[in-house]
């Protein structure tokens, strides 16, 4: 129970209603609600009818996001995801026996799920992998941790203050599976055929791009290989950001006040969801740019607010003639969509000219680099308020979760 389990202030007569509530929800979620609870309590026993009136909606409203997602809010145990995932790969396979492959998709549909990928889109590719069981237990594995946290999203659990970028529960859950795949990663081996010699793979990962200093730095190359071929060209640079409309952030934080707030306007859209906006908005920018001769080539940087909800920075080389155009064409696309409602001329589109006497190109974005990574160079993370290398953390972890790239290249 709320009261006994963590210690909360409470109106007495709040118990049963309080208990019918979160005796659904697993326990990692309950600290953060809890924590939410009495805040908006007052945080004492000393209560006034609105502070409890307030407490009170807000349990409800979880209770309401928890049954219209019914089940599927609550992150199952592993060896539950394994047994579906055996049940249904052979639910495929006998469906595909006597009615071919396109009686097996139902079954995608009825758990939300895309259709397989297969080179060349072949459909024996594709029943191979929906008659396979690994692949099931991915694809559940992947949807029941977004159901999750879209869950906690939604219910005020991600943002600065409770658990910036990504839920706890979701991080545990992440990491467990990291220290997982790594422990076994340690009991392997590779073998050099030709001279015998031996290395464990944990040995092989961490001088790869999988060790995030080693992928800091090569970043970090690129961008200054960028920046040198535009020196060599007489090119200019300048660094963009695009935020999406209001209606795609779970929160809105106040300066002043330094808090989050739930936003009203928030449609209940998923970080992949916006991400998808963004990317189709640069889409429209680009195909604008080659249709007017202008070419554009840098590096892009999506990185989370402190609700999970992604924007992007971008640093652009191209023909100092085309700055202004180029600044044009993006700010109509970026404002496109509610372009009118309060503060999005200040915050959904910016732009900063880069003035080479006073700062490297690369050293605009160094530091989205870093914060994305690993947080080598930074003290604090000043979206979440925390130590920049436990946001770096947080911030992989969602990028992973969401399946977001976090850096490409563009042009070049």
């Known amino acids: 129970m709320l009261m006994q389990t963590i210690k909360a202030p409470h109106h007495p007569?709040?118990?049963?209603?309080?208990?019918?509530?979160?005796?659904?929800f697993p326990t990692d979620l309950l600290k953060p609600i809890t924590k939410q609870y009495a805040s908006l309590y007052g945080g004492s026993d000393q209560y006034d009818s609105t502070a409890r009136r307030e407490a009170n909606l807000y349990l409800l409203g979880l209770d309401e996001v928890r049954k219209a997602g019914q089940s599927r809010v609550l992150l199952p145990e592993r060896d539950a995801i394994r047994l579906k995932a055996?049940?249904?790969?052979?639910?495929?396979?006998?469906?595909?026996?006597?009615?071919?492959?396109?009686?097996?998709?139902?079954?995608l549909v009825h758990h939300d799920l895309n259709?397989?990928?297969?080179?060349?889109?072949?459909?024996?590719?594709?029943?191979?992998?929906?008659?396979?069981?690994?692949?099931?237990?991915r694809q559940l594995t992947k949807r029941a941790e977004r159901d999750t946290e879209h869950f906690a999203i939604k219910s005020g659990l991600v943002r600065r203050g409770v658990s910036a970028y990504i839920s706890t529960a979701l991080l545990t859950h992440i990491e467990a599976k990291q220290k997982a795949s790594l422990d076994a990663l340690a009991n392997m081996e590779a073998v050099n055929t030709d001279t015998g010699e031996t290395m464990d793979l944990l040995t092989i990962l961490k001088g790869s791009m999988a060790n995030p200093e080693i992928r800091r730095i090569e970043l970090m190359v690129r961008c200054r290989g960028f920046e040198e071929y535009a020196e060599a060209q007489g090119h200019s640079a300048a660094f963009y950001t695009l935020t999406a409309p209001s209606k795609y952030h779970a929160t809105t934080w106040n300066t002043a006040a330094k808090k989050a707030h739930n936003n009203r306007k928030y449609s209940g859209v998923t970080p992949k969801d916006t991400q998808?906006?963004?990317?189709?908005?640069?889409?429209?920018i680009r195909s604008k740019l080659k249709r007017d001769g202008m070419n554009v080539y840098g590096f892009r940087v999506c990185e989370p607010h402190h609700d999970g909800t992604p924007h992007w920075h971008l640093l652009l080389f191209m023909?100092?003639?085309h700055q202004s155009a180029v600044s044009d064409i993006m700010r109509?696309?970026?404002?496109?969509?509610?372009?009118?409602?309060?503060?999005?001329?200040?915050?959904?589109?910016?732009?900063?000219?880069?003035?080479?006497?006073?700062?490297?190109?690369?050293?605009?974005i160094?530091?989205?680099?870093?914060?994305?990574?690993?947080?080598?160079?930074?003290?604090?993370d000043h979206e979440s308020g925390m130590d920049a290398s436990l946001g770096a953390e947080r911030v992989?972890?969602?990028?992973?979760?969401?399946?977001?790239r976090q850096f490409q290249q563009i042009g070049g």
């Open 396 to 404: 992989r972890a969602w990028a992973s979760l969401w399946g977001i």
């Open 86 to 107: 055996e049940r249904l790969a052979l639910e495929s396979a006998k469906r595909i026996q006597f009615g071919g492959y396109q009686a097996a998709l139902p079954l």
């Open 319 to 321: 023909q100092p003639a």
């Open 332 to 364: 109509n696309y970026a404002l496109a969509e509610d372009g009118e409602e309060h503060g999005a001329a200040k915050h959904r589109f910016t732009v900063e000219l880069i003035d080479s006497s006073k700062g490297s190109a690369t050293g605009y």
């Open 115 to 137: 259709e397989p990928t297969a080179k060349d889109n072949l459909e024996a590719g594709k029943v191979a992998r929906i008659t396979c069981e690994d692949w099931w237990r």
């Open 366 to 380: 160094a530091k989205y680099i870093s914060k994305n990574i690993n947080g080598v160079g930074m003290s604090e």
């Open 13 to 24: 007569h709040d118990a049963a209603f309080i208990d019918s509530v979160i005796n659904h």
């Open 276 to 284: 998808a906006y963004l990317v189709a908005v640069w889409a429209r």
